[in-house]
């Protein structure tokens, strides 16, 4: 079965609601006319080695119990034009080589955002994103558009209406976080960046067809978007005739907490299309003497869920954020991973105190946990879209801890050492726990 990664890669939302500003982004000349086009880039290598681990047995998805490393890497445009008053399109071509490890399987909050089921050790070509954004304004103030990959220098009414069609992520409009939510710049693991079980709709590299409106007024930002889910979950296709849908609400209030920005963000979505009922595929599996199947008992249902999600300066270069989600444990994971319920947590800290300002330094711990109806799939054999080890007779809950280190060392290159320790991974305690280092190279212009 396919994979998918959750990487964010960019956000293109041009809501300016974060509690910082975007990276690496110069601020817009308000005296000068609007840029008409922009050019941006960025290449990211990332590699990944766990030792060996713990581990009786092992099934079809398990990660491998013996050392191993992997390596991802990829090359992106961002291209932007401004097409008329309000309105620009923007194309991201991209170039992709390498695999995640144990080729993304074994880990419900897998480690690393930058890795796709769909890898290959020969680069090929993509294009994730390519959309119009049409943006009206509703009066009031203007202020400041940094020039930035997928936004175009200039000025913008901070009361607007915005609209975005095309090919995009739903999450990088969706879930958004100031500190935990770019995994070529800030955390890596997939239950950290974002909500772990928000089962947002994706093809095998985490991209989408559709839209979003997203209605900002004042503190508030109210957003709708309305998605393609793939032709089968987690495939490469998608339902582009929209038969199988996602449909998604987020509502984010914006405030000051003792003179410190913080947000926010109330989310929920419902998935629609040809999915399986764990309770189906047993049942299934037991009249027919086989193991558990999902893909063979998927028909037309839904699968609803929620998260909130919060961030806030604690102090001058200290942020914190959280988020819970929780959704239908009952239908199998669709699009992103075998999470049910998701917490987690952590702590950014820009680098003032020891004289390396524009360094980040990071902390965070997410805990994950399925359904007695998903555990009683996994305990039977089944295998979900990144995780199966066969059985599953010691269920706990997956338990992530993730610290990273990020040094800038000119304008355009940022050099991080991450180290993820995961206990219960796949929520088995017959296995693991599982030490993951990682490296990554970050470039930009």
């Not at 979950?233 to 005739?241: C, D, K, R, V, W």
């Not at 998701?342 to 902390?363: M, N």
């Not at 007779?393 to 180290?419: C, K, M, W």
Request: hydrophobic content about 40%; some cysteine; aromatic content about 10%.
């Amino acid at each position: 079965m396919i994979g998918l990664a959750c990487s964010v890669r960019a956000q293109i939302s041009p809501d300016q609601s974060a509690t910082v500003p975007p990276r690496s982004a110069a601020p817009a000349d308000s005296e000068t006319l609007p840029a008409q086009f922009s050019v941006h880039g960025q290449f990211t290598n990332v590699t990944q080695k766990h030792p060996t681990f713990r581990s009786p047995y092992a099934g079809a998805n398990s990660l491998p119990s013996a050392e191993q490393a992997m390596e991802t890497v990829d090359l992106t445009l961002f291209l932007g034009v401004r097409l008329w008053r309000g309105g620009e399109f923007y194309l991201n071509p991209e170039i992709d080589q390498g695999y995640g490890l144990a080729n993304t399987l074994g880990l419900a909050g897998f480690p690393s955002g930058e890795a796709y089921k769909i890898g290959n050790w020969t680069p090929y070509y993509r294009m994730p994103r390519a959309f119009l954004r049409q943006t009206f304004a509703l009066g009031g103030e203007e202020g400041p558009v940094e020039s930035g990959p997928n936004t175009l220098a200039g000025t913008k009414a901070i009361n607007n209406v915005t609209l975005t069609m095309g090919k995009f992520s739903a999450v990088d409009i969706f879930d958004t976080n100031a500190y935990a939510h770019d995994p070529r710049a800030d955390f890596m693991n997939w239950a950290v960046v974002e909500s772990g079980a928000f089962d947002y709709a994706a093809d095998s590299w985490g991209y989408t067809v559709g839209a979003a409106v997203e209605w900002r007024q004042g503190d508030w930002t109210l957003r709708g978007g309305y998605f393609a889910l793939s032709t089968m979950p987690n495939g490469e296709s998608l339902q582009t005739n929209f038969a199988q849908n996602s449909v998604v609400a987020e509502v984010e209030r914006r405030f000051k907490l003792l003179d410190r920005p913080g947000a926010i963000r109330l989310l929920a979505f419902v998935d629609r299309g040809n999915f399986a009922r764990y309770e189906d595929a047993i049942a299934h599996a037991a009249a027919t003497l086989t193991q558990p199947d999902a893909a063979s008992v998927r028909r037309g249902t839904s699968k609803s869920g929620y998260a909130v999600n919060l961030e806030q300066e604690v102090l001058d270069g200290i942020g914190a954020f959280a988020r819970f989600s929780s959704n239908d444990g009952k239908v199998e994971a669709i699009e992103f991973t075998e999470i049910n319920r998701s917490i987690a947590a952590g702590l950014s800290v820009k680098g003032q105190p020891w004289h390396r300002a524009d360094d980040t330094l990071g902390i965070a711990g997410a805990v994950n946990a399925i359904s007695s109806q998903a555990k009683a799939y996994l305990a039977a054999g089944g295998n979900g879209i990144l995780i199966g080890d066969g059985q599953l007779p010691h269920y706990a809950g997956e338990q992530i801890v993730e610290a990273y280190y990020s040094a800038r060392i000119n304008r355009s290159l940022t050099i991080s050492a991450d180290f993820q320790h995961i206990s219960n991974p796949a929520y088995n305690a017959d296995r693991g726990p599982v030490k993951i280092f990682g490296l990554r190279v970050h470039a930009e212009f």
